[in-house]
């Protein structure tokens, strides 16, 4: 089976971050694809491990440079996913798992169709506001952008396969680990599906000439 990449989106305050760290914690198949931004650092944020915070001008050069597998505006700040950072996480047989909004979402499957698209959803549009408010990360105009956005990326909910409501966070964390259970065995990720059935078949088909000569 080959490593995919797991694309997590949601409306700002959704929880994709932190349904992202804890299945990371939990889980040794994942790895996570830092993005580069050019918005400014949160308190706490590390460079390189939550993003790489880069000028405006470093990020027009490097997307110039083409080194981005897919790069978007949101809530007027370039957010991108390195190609690099992608292979770095597969190379090493894990899955990539990407916190990218809807945007970057649709370009990135059309380069990588084997993608796994995970929408999470807050359970009510009061806790939503009370997730973002408490988080405290955000000027009042600064969330009011992200609530702008936050309309355009529920209007996109349609376009993933799989939905998670995070209302329990334990929940929420447990749901996407099942469903990332279950895309490994989908048939298309199985790799030497057809080789390995032909086996059976000729060796049945065998056995079943065997007993009528
Ligand atoms: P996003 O990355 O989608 O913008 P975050 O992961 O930053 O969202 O979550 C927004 C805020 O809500 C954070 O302060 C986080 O700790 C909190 N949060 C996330 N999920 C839950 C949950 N299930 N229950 C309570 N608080 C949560
Ligand atoms: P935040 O500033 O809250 O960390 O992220 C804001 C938005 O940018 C979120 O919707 C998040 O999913 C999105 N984002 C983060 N990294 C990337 C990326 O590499 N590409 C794209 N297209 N969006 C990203």
């Known amino acids: 089976m080959n490593p995919f990449p797991i694309i997590m989106s949601a409306p700002s305050g959704g929880g994709k971050t932190t349904i992202a760290k804890e299945l990371l914690r939990r889980r040794s198949d994942l790895g996570y694809s ?10 706490g944020e590390i460079d390189g491990k939550d993003y790489y915070f880069l000028t405006r001008d470093e990020f027009l050069r490097r997307r110039h440079a083409g080194d981005f597998a897919e790069s978007a505006e949101v809530h007027g700040n370039l957010y991108g996913t390195l190609r690099s950072e992608i292979s770095r996480v597969l190379d090493t047989g894990k899955h990539v798992v990407m916190d990218i909004d809807v945007q970057g979402a649709r370009q990135f499957r059309v380069a990588f169709p084997e993608s796994v698209t995970i929408f999470v959803l807050p359970p009510t549009g009061e806790v939503l506001l009370d997730r973002l408010r408490n988080r405290k990360t955000e000027s009042p105009q600064q969330l009011a952008a992200r609530l702008d956005s936050a309309l355009e990326e529920l209007r996109a909910v349609e376009e993933y396969e799989y939905v998670v409501v995070n209302d329990d966070l334990e929940r929420a964390v447990q749901s996407v680990g099942s469903i990332l259970d279950a895309e ?15 086996a059976l078949i000729q060796h049945l088909q065998a056995e079943i000439d065997h007993h009528s000569s």
């Open 34 to 43: 830092v993005s580069c931004t050019t918005r400014a650092p949160r308190p």
């Open 184 to 198: 490994v065995f989908s048939r298309e990720r199985v790799s030497g599906l057809r080789h390995q059935v032909e």
